[in-house]
T-cell receptor, first 116, second 112 residues
Framework: ETGVTQTPRHLVMGMTNKKSLKCEQH?????MYWYKQSAKKPLELMFV???????ENNSVPSRFSPECPNSSHLFLHLHTLQPEDSALYLC???????????????FGPGTRLTVL | GENVEQHPSTLSVQEGDSAVIKCTYS??????FPWYKQELGKRPQLIID?????GEKKDQRIAVTLNKTAKHFSLHITETQPEDSAVYFC???????????FGQGTTLQVKP
């Protein structure tokens, strides 16, 4: 596998379920991101991790819980979601130089999430 | 707060014509402006970007212009082809953060 991969590609879950989305990057990058893409809305940044440390939390509800165990892997743990959380969840990665200079973001294919 | 406005939301052109998409940003500290293309069912892919120290950048049929004073930037596609049909997103970012703020997207349709 090359680039940024995401699993699963599709997920249907009930409001009481707990599930996790996984992202893996094979680009040697050190920053990773979660975005939410809903119909008729711009891409919304959710979280940013720089060298495994969370540097941005864009006022995301606590029912979304990110985890970044290393620079290549990023998870989004989901619990007690609402139907309005149904969306395409995109992961991205980029290289950060000297801790503050962020380069181009490469996106994964996304996980299409449906909450019933 | 930080905001990026993108217009138009939809654009239809004849093959061979030019297409222009415009974005306005609110954060005067923004210094990096990428454009992403997202084909139906696929991931967004960077097509061109510009930094605040230049006013224009070209890559074959694609060009981006930046007016820092007015806080707006534009994507220009010349000699459009059907394969240019996609959703195009602009974005703005402060250089020392990873926080990209995206515009609402423009659906471009190129008619053969």
């Amino acid at each position: 596998e090359t680039g940024v991969t995401q699993t699963p590609r599709h997920l249907v879950m009930g409001m009481t379920n707990k599930k996790s989305l996984k992202c893996e990057q094979h680009l040697g990058h050190n920053a990773m991101y979660w975005y939410k893409q809903s119909a008729k809305k711009p891409l919304e940044l959710m979280f940013v991790y720089n060298f495994k440390e969370q540097t941005e939390n864009n006022s995301v509800p606590s029912r979304f819980s990110p985890e970044c165990p290393n620079s290549s892997h990023l998870f989004l743990h989901l619990h007690t979601l609402q139907p309005e959380d149904s969306a395409l969840y995109l992961c991205a990665s980029s290289q950060v130089i000297r801790g503050t200079s962020y380069n181009e973001q490469f996106f994964g294919p996304g996980t299409r999430l449906t909450v019933l | 707060g930080e905001n990026v406005e993108q217009h138009p939301s939809t654009l239809s052109v004849q093959e061979g014509d030019s297409a222009v998409i415009k974005c306005t940003y609110s954060d005067s500290a923004s210094n990096y402006f990428p454009w992403y293309k997202q084909e139906l069912g696929k991931r967004p892919q960077l097509i061109i970007d510009i930094r605040s120290n230049v006013g224009e950048k070209k890559d074959q049929r694609i060009a981006v212009t930046l007016n820092k004073t007015a806080k707006h930037f534009s994507l220009h596609i010349t000699e459009t082809q059907p394969e240019d049909s996609a959703v195009y997103f602009c974005a703005a970012r402060r250089g020392n953060t990873g926080k990209l703020i995206f515009g609402q997207g423009t659906t471009l349709q190129v008619k053969p």
